[in-house]
Nanobody, 123 residues
Framework: QVQLVESGGGLVQPGGSLRLSCAAS????????MGWYRQAPGTQRELVTT???????VYADSVKGRFTISRDSAENAVYLQMNNLKPEDTAVYYC?????????????????WGQGTQVTVSS
């Protein structure tokens, strides 16, 4: 069974930094676009950043210049370095990935979500 497992969330003061990690496990052949989304209480889940297999990136305007996404394609892992954190960054952060698996003898590309990790920015 394919899973995305996140780690690295926690409580940090404004201006601080956190690094989130997400690793895919299971019978995975490879990965395409990977990324991070977040959801604050009472709001819809929103895009934070994505990175393609070719390492092209997209960032939400609210995090540009503060957050950096990176990936290790060999390990099917993605990371999010968050600097200069603000209280408005408080949310549950979800890893998302398009992963290749074998289903019924055929290669299939499917989208997966992690379980989420809480990031709280507060003094």
């Amino acid at each position: 069974q394919v899973q995305l497992v996140e780690s690295g969330g926690g409580l940090v003061q404004p201006g601080g930094s956190l690094r989130l990690s997400c690793a895919a496990s299971g019978s995975i052949l490879g990965s395409e676009t990977m990324g991070w989304y977040r959801q604050a209480p009472g709001t819809q889940r929103e895009l934070v950043t994505t990175i393609t297999r070719g390492r092209s990136t997209v960032y939400a305007d609210s995090v540009k210049g503060r957050f950096t996404i990176s990936r290790d394609s060999a390990e099917n892992a993605v990371y999010l370095q968050m600097n200069n954190l603000k209280p408005e960054d408080t949310a549950v952060y979800y890893c998302n990935a398009d992963l290749w698996t074998i289903v019924g003898g055929t290669n299939r590309l499917s989208n997966y979500w992690g379980q989420g990790t809480q990031v709280t920015v507060s003094s």
